[in-house]
């Protein structure tokens, strides 16, 4: 799988922009604020349809614009494949060679995205929200079915809700229909507990052995599931039915479940150092790549945001050597200096200065910088 050639119209600062990609690796280079991550933030959104960085897809837009597009030329499994998205005031819609989709969900998956960026630390350090959103995204990409779980529990949850909040302002002690609605939600939070505790399973095997090989040592990366309800669903929720009409919310559910990280036994988060937190994290991205090779047999493309300059020597040449022949990658960064192309065989550069954009050749690029 790689992207061949990118065109983008008013995302972001870029009135127009149009590239042909290396289907080995591209790194782009230029100062803060010239539009490098724009490029990748791109390629994510045409992959996942939403942004990494953004609650407000408008945001996107070009600002005195009425739309943003992104349409792409793919190579998968030997065949290539037309891919856009626009985004506008209306919403998003997703087209394939030229057809618009009815829905996104029918789109997601096509082209499987990677993104490792410095904001990535908060999967360790931030809140459970932030984890619950990586579970999501990851497991979204390569299965329909547990898209059509989530968008189910989640459509189920606001109607929960709703109710409860009917339910404050109403003397009435029947609870037959929070009882149906509590049920259908069981059903869809069973079958998303299990999915979502497969996928850490098969990502921990990956992560624990690509931590060690990047750490030089024999330490256990370990990864726990943390859900709200421990056993009985059913059981939980109901308890939990006088308190949820006080307070007009479902206090128990995957909304609520969240993930720790540990060295042993020893918990990352609390305990852990920057050089921990960044090896946890990079070998969770890298377990991802081998998780959706595994599912689809295909490669996602990596996008690699300004992070080589956060990692030290070791852990830049274990990530370029992990890669190597696997993925197309998307390298940004403020100077070319901080990336050993030694370890790369094949790439191309692009220079970027207020968000235009040229291929530079290894004599341009060397005495540019």
Do not use: C
Request: avoid cysteine; charge should be positive.
């Amino acid at each position: 799988m790689n992207v061949k050639k990118l065109n983008l119209t008013n995302f972001r600062n870029y009135i127009a922009f149009s590239s042909n990609f290396s289907d080995s690796t591209n790194i782009f280079i230029g100062k803060n604020a010239q539009g490098k991550t724009s490029i990748l933030e791109s390629l994510y959104v045409l992959g996942l349809t939403k942004s990494h960085k953004l609650n407000k897809e408008r945001d996107l837009i070009r600002i005195g614009t009425e739309y943003a597009k992104i349409n792409a030329l793919i190579n998968l499994n030997d065949k290539d494949i037309e891919l856009d998205i626009v985004v506008s005031k209306a919403g998003k819609k997703a087209k394939y060679n030229q057809i618009e989709l009815e829905r996104l969900s029918d789109y997601i998956g096509i082209l499987n995205v990677v993104m490792f960026a410095p904001e990535d630390l908060d999967l360790v350090k931030g809140n459970p929200q932030t984890r619950r959103k990586f579970l999501d995204l990851e497991l979204g990409q390569i299965s329909k079915e547990y898209l059509y779980n989530l968008q189910n529990y989640r459509k189920i949850l606001k109607q929960r809700n709703d109710l409860l909040k009917t339910l404050q302002t109403k003397n009435d002690n029947d609870l037959l229909l929070l009882d149906i609605i509590t049920d259908q939600l069981v059903g869809f939070m069973k079958m998303i507990v299990k999915q979502r505790q497969e996928f850490l399973e098969i990502i921990k095997k990956h992560a624990d052995r690509i931590y060690k090989n990047i750490s030089s040592s024999e330490d256990n990366f370990v990864i726990k599931y943390l859900p709200s309800i421990k056993k009985d669903f059913k059981k939980e929720l109901s308890n939990k039915y006088q308190y949820d009409i006080i307070t007009g919310t479902t206090n128990l559910g995957i909304h609520r479940d969240d993930i720790e990280f540990f060295i042993n036994k020893t918990p990352i988060k609390t305990h852990g150092s920057q050089g921990e937190m960044r090896t946890a994290v990079l070998s969770i991205k890298l377990a991802l790549i081998d998780f959706i090779h595994q599912f689809t047999n295909n490669y996602p493309i990596l996008l690699l945001d300004d992070v080589l300059s956060e990692l030290d020597k070791d852990r830049q040449n274990s990530l370029l050597e992990y890669i190597k022949d696997k993925t197309q990658t998307f390298i940004t960064s403020t100077d070319i200096n901080e990336i050993n192309t030694e370890r790369i065989q094949k790439f191309k550069v692009f220079i970027i200065e207020n968000g235009a954009i040229k291929e530079s050749d290894k004599n341009e690029w060397q005495l540019w910088f």
